[in-house]
């Protein structure tokens, strides 16, 4: 495996003086392609931090991050977008899909920003519809969906660009546990493609099915070890909601 | 980047029609604005275009005027010295200036009952004139003859009528078919005069459009039997009695004339040049003449026709400033309700900007968004401005009877849409920059 993104020496630090809280303490990490890697710990623990700044939303106090080897932690708010729009998929807790437009529109937003032309948006935004099995919900609105076809429709949507690497936040915290559970078995199933994922999650359910195992606490790094992954032996169902 | 500006203002288009009774509130200011810019515009450039068509309609721009005027307060206990403007001015200027195409005197003597037959005598204007006044102020010959020079000469007692006289004097031929009016004697205070002529209908150009067009008859009455009638604003023009300028001194001079005042045998003095180029030599010609005569006494004011034009240009650019002015504000009210709105708009979304920032959106493209939305609704709001703005001219021009025509340019409609949409750029900026500026983390926990 090749190391994807590394940080080095990150830290995350709040305020200044007295106000100061540190979020996250200097902290090594190397992301390899086509992990799957959990990353728990509770509430304060600076995992939501941590994923900012794997995920190019936030830019740490010290230290750098090198995307293939290349330091980009000192780059600009447009240059970031673009990185966020190319080498980043997000999936979020509460799906963060735009209400007004439709599951076709939201997945072909991030082609939109990319620059690809209507045609090759569409098309490639159907093919990662059905690649989440929601090919037939297109025209719908997030609203006319449910929690499960909205988590797929963003997944579809982090999924579109063809992103080197797939952060997710809590997926399937607003799931009830069957849909969660389908959510998990997806996740898998791209791991299984090759797919890098990034979990963050305060669920130990969650986290065993990823491939290696990061605990933080008090904003630093507490375990950081491989582990078995994949779905647990008693999930049979099929993918479905 | 064509892509995204495609996108963007089907997005714009999508916001604007998801909200669309707070767009339209939001667009009223610049619907007003945008009308009434327009429409300022039109009125102005149909008084313009109206002001040069009734100054060809009266003579041209080759004439300089000579009118009494009072003196200067200095000269005031001494103006009796001036003899005035009399026919001895006629004379001098036409005999010393060069370039000189007719002289025009008019002799004004105020209205009067003119008597004919036992019917109820109307009153109407009667002015001395000498012929070359007919031509000069392009009154054309309708039955009859004109005032000749035999008739100033002889002092004869014969008049011409205008059309509007004679009907009022001797009633309408539609109604009285075969009615000869030439050769008529008429009573003008007691003293009789023989009719020698009837002039066309002088009619302003919008008047004559209209009866050309069929939409009214000569007397103005509409043929689609709407009430009342159009105005024709030569009507004055008609509704005079033209007497040989030489009969009207001797019988009706001693008759007027105030004993305390000085004999002013002239009202106005026209003169017209040869070419428009001496306009400025001959008047100020004429103006040392007259000083001359007048003894030094600036009891008079010369004025060309440019000076005229110019002032009324003027009257009509004071206008169209005011105008302006409370378009301007209407648009600078618009422009912040737009940004206000804009605003709000923001505050509505911040989530979606955190989140289209979190899957790529760079600032710029969130700028725009915002930009093209405000810019959108500035632009919507000025065609429908320019929809209303044909509304509110045809009200304006209900209500103020104005006399000249709107007149709406291609030009106005690129200014106030131009106006509209600067608006829109200008009111969307502040917003477009802080909703670019908005950090991704923030607005993504932002509920």
């Known amino acids: ?241 | 980047m064509l892509t995204l500006t495609w996108e963007l203002f089907l997005d714009g288009l999508r916001e604007i029609w998801a909200h669309k009774f707070r767009s339209l509130l939001t667009m009223t200011g610049i619907i007003l604005a945008v009308a009434s810019v327009v429409s300022v515009m039109a009125l102005i450039e149909g008084s313009k275009a109206a002001m040069r068509e009734g100054m060809v309609e009266l003579g041209g721009v080759e004439r300089i005027g000579v009118h009494n005027d009072d003196p200067p307060e200095e000269q005031s206990s001494i103006r009796d010295r001036s003899p005035g403007l009399t026919m001895a001015d006629v004379h001098i200027i036409e005999n010393n200036i060069e370039g000189i195409a007719a002289m025009d005197p008019e002799l004004h003597i105020g209205s009067h009952r003119i008597h004919y037959g036992g019917q109820r005598p109307p009153r109407q204007q009667v002015i001395g004139v000498s012929p070359p006044h007919f031509p000069v102020t392009n009154l054309l010959l309708a039955e009859g003859r004109l005032l000749n020079n035999l008739d100033l000469h002889l002092e004869s007692r014969v008049v011409v009528l205008g059309s509007a006289a004679r009907d009022n004097v001797f009633g309408i031929p539609e109604d009285e078919p075969g009615l000869n009016v030439v050769g008529e004697w008429i009573l003008i205070r007691n003293q009789p005069f023989k009719v020698v002529g009837v002039l066309e209908q002088s009619e302003h150009p919008n008047f004559r459009q209209a009866r050309e067009k069929g939409e009214i008859d000569r007397l103005g009455r509409y043929t689609d039997g709407r009430r009342g009638t159009m105005r024709n604003h030569f009507q004055w023009r008609n509704n005079r009695i033209y007497l040989p300028i030489t009969t009207t001194a001797s019988i009706f001079r001693s008759e007027f004339q105030d004993a305390d005042e000085v004999d002013r045998s002239l009202t106005f003095l026209g003169v017209q040049v040869e070419d428009p180029a001496d306009l400025e030599r001959i008047s100020e010609q004429m103006e040392t003449l007259l000083f001359i005569s007048h003894r030094g006494i600036r009891d008079f004011r010369v004025d060309t026709r440019l000076d005229w034009a110019e002032r009324i240009e003027r009257n009509i650019r004071n206008l169209a400033i005011q105008g302006f002015m409370i378009a301007g504000i209407s648009l600078v009210v618009g422009g912040i309700g737009i940004t206000n709105i804009m605003m709000a708009s923001i505050s509505e979304r911040i989530r979606e900007i955190g989140i289209r920032k979190s899957i790529g959106a760079t600032g710029r493209a969130i700028f725009s968004m915002i930009l093209v939305e405000s810019t959108l609704i500035c632009l919507i709001g000025g065609l429908l401005g320019l929809a209303g703005a044909f509304g509110l001219i045809d009200l304006i021009a209900n209500l103020t009877e104005e006399e000249a025509d709107p007149i709406v340019t291609t030009w106005s409609l690129m200014v106030g849409l131009g106006f509209a949409v600067s608006v829109g750029i200008m009111a969307g900026l502040y917003p477009a920059v802080k909703a670019s500026r908005l950090d991704p983390i923030t607005a993504l926990r932002y509920e």
Not at chain 1, 35 to 43: E, F, T
Not at chain 1, 162 to 168: E, G, Q, V
Request: glycine fraction near 10%; proline fraction near 5%; hydrophobic fraction near 40%.
């Open chain 1, 1 to 241: 495996m090749t190391a994807f993104l590394q940080l080095e020496k990150i830290s995350k630090v709040y305020g200044k003086g007295m106000t100061e809280v540190i979020a996250l303490q200097p902290t090594d990490i190397t992301i390899d392609k086509g992990q799957m890697v959990a990353i728990i710990g509770p509430s304060g623990s600076g995992k939501s931090t941590l994923m900012h700044i794997l995920g190019f939303l936030d830019t740490p106090t010290t230290g750098t991050i090198k995307l293939e080897g290349q330091p980009i932690s000192r780059r600009l708010g447009n240059s970031l977008a673009r990185i966020r729009n190319r080498e980043i998929g997000f999936v979020f807790q509460s799906f963060n899909l735009l209400p007004k437009l439709t599951i076709l529109q939201n997945v072909m937003l991030p082609l939109l920003y990319a620059g690809y032309r209507s045609r090759a948006r569409k098309k490639m935004a159907m093919e990662a519809l059905e690649r989440v099995g929601l090919g037939n919900r297109v025209t719908h609105r997030p609203s006319e969906l449910s929690g499960g076809q909205c988590q797929r429709a963003a997944i579809a949507r982090a999924l579109v660009t063809n992103p080197r690497i797939l952060l997710a936040d809590e997926p399937t915290g607003n799931l009830d546990s069957q849909t969660g559970r389908s959510i998990l078995e997806l996740f898998w199933d791209l791991h299984q493609q090759g797919q890098t994922i990034v979990l963050v999650t305060h669920d130990d359910l969650v986290a065993q099915i990823a491939t290696r195992r990061i605990a933080l606490k008090d904003g630093a790094v507490a375990v950081d070890t491989p582990q078995t992954g994949g779905l647990p032996a008693e999930w049979t169902n099929p993918a479905t909601t």
